[in-house]
């Protein structure tokens, strides 16, 4: 099986194993490790993502560069932004500063002018406007969807207008890879560019492609100083077993692959310098519940269902302690989501109790008929969860809910699907309740406007692809997310985002599960340097925009 490429599989794990794997990423990422002292100079890095086609187009998520993660070594963003620190303000890359108007509706971008083009051109703020009017121009492209009005250059600087208020946007405008003007300005079709001979700012060029091996060299120069890996040897394998033989026998040094059985086919394979680091953003998975089915359209079953969710058993035995534990009633994962916690949640935590369901299912008027549920119509309480055949994580997740609800009379039958079909049948409201995740971003807002947000409604039957997969409806909380998007002062905003904690805690339209990790494995044999959760420089997944930031902080073993 493929690591699926749904936004940042999560880990839980209880206090133990969390202990664990920062134990192993303390001892492991942050230097004193001994090894061969870099190797040849080559760094190897893996995914599980079956054979590749030539294409190394920066903007399209289904490309190899994209795939396997390269693109972050050739193509750079104007700021470089930490997705497991999200509030730490982003570093200043091929933008040297940012400054926003008042209402987010207009950012100044001052462009650095010191990088070059691979090519040998000289890079500018040309390129950087270019950039942007090729985003606006070409929706395709533009994967964010982040509405673009006017693009102008004065100088060094390029000034980026909107209709409405970006500011949850701003993140994805600072990691807009930028492209040459001088070469992209005359492809008439830049939505199927294969872009086979990349060139970009970053410190590396394309030197081979095959559909499973790609090789990146170090070019001679780069605006910063250079980067000590002077090759990086990228692997595609079939599956992740593949993958994970190739990790414990040392053909991979970086990956992010699933492995539920990580600590023998990994770790005890090179203790001293197998390691790994699963860190949360903002992402969470969850049971999605369809609010239009009754009886489940009653918050207060659904309050009582998710107060006899063993989510540390999931994370343990689901998620191999790889996805983290979400102990916060609100569905934020921690640290991450820390500052921006209410104050009434502050410190407070989730645990089962079937007592205090039961009572609020008597409140009410739900009865216990033997070992079956009823609603106060009388009718038996009963639900069909759903996931895809294969994503085995997701199903043992599935089985422990459903011994979950028996203890409060539901009957939970657990059914597979193919991909294809499941998919659809999210898509379009067709199910009774269905383990999937969120989508993730550097506040909270991306989180709860996936779950909660009414403009995304569609009804039963008709495809809601972009979220509020579980029908939600809830004028509150539609508002409290359109004011945290158009609010012009922290203040409000901050109110907004309490406010939509409280009705996920009160409604529970969806039930958070675990956090939605953003991990890797790696070795320190050859290279240490690596983020982890003492030093969390950066995002650690290879495939995401940090992976440069990695790479440049890497150094041989003995060095």
Known sequence: MRVRTRPRRALTATVGVLAALTLLAACGGGGGATGSGGGDGVLTVGMPNGPQADNSNPFLGTSAGASLGYRAMIYEPLAMTNLVRPDQEPKPWLATSWE??????????????????????????????????????????????VPYQDVTQDGDTVTLTFETSQY???????????????????????????????????????????????????RDTYWQDLPQVEELRYTSYNDNNAQTTALANGDTEWSYVFMPDYEQVFIERDPDHHKLWFPTGLGIHGLWINNEVAPFDDPALRRAMSLVIDRAAISEQAHAGLYPLLENPTGLPLPAGASFLAPEYQGETQEVDVAAAKDILDEAGYTLDGDTLRTPEGDPVSLTLTDPAGWSDYLTGLSIISDNLKEIGI?????????????????????????????????????????????????????????????????????????????????????????????????????????????????????????????????????????????????????
């Open 100 to 145: 926003w108007n008042e209402d987010f509706t207009e950012v100044v971008l001052t462009v650095n002018t010191e990088p070059t083009w691979s090519d040998g051109e000289a890079f500018g703020a040309e390129d950087v406007a270019f950039t942007f009017s090729l985003l606006r121009d070409n929706p395709a492209l533009n994967e964010a969807g």
């Open 168 to 218: 949850v946007n701003q993140t994805r405008i600072l990691d807009t890879y930028i492209v040459p003007e001088h070469i992209w300005a005359d492809i008439e079709a830049p939505e199927t560019f294969e872009n086979q001979d990349p060139v970009g700012t970053g410190p590396y060029v394309l030197d081979t492609f095959t559909p499973q091996t790609v090789t990146l060299k170090r």
């Open 411 to 559: 009957e939970a039958t657990v059914e597979t699907q193919t991909v294809d079909a499941w998919t659809d049948d999210v898509n379009n409201g067709d199910f009774d309740a269905t383990l999937h995740w969120t989508n993730t971003g550097a506040t909270p807002y991306d989180m709860y406007q996936n779950i909660m947000d009414g403009e995304l409604y569609k009804p039963v039957g008709e495809s809601s692809p972009g979220g509020n997969f579980g029908r939600y409806r809830n004028d509150e909380a539609t508002a409290a997310l359109a004011d945290y998007r158009n609010a012009s002062d922290e203040e409000a905003r901050t109110e907004a985002l309490y406010t939509l904690q409280r009705i996920l805690v009160e409604d529970v339209p969806m039930i958070p599960t675990v956090a939605g990790p953003i991990g890797a494995e790696y070795s320190t044999k050859n290279w240490i340097g690596w983020p982890t959760d003492v030093d969390p420089y950066a995002t650690p997944q290879p495939t995401q925009r940090g992976a440069l930031d990695v790479v440049l902080h890497l150094r041989p073993a003995e060095g």
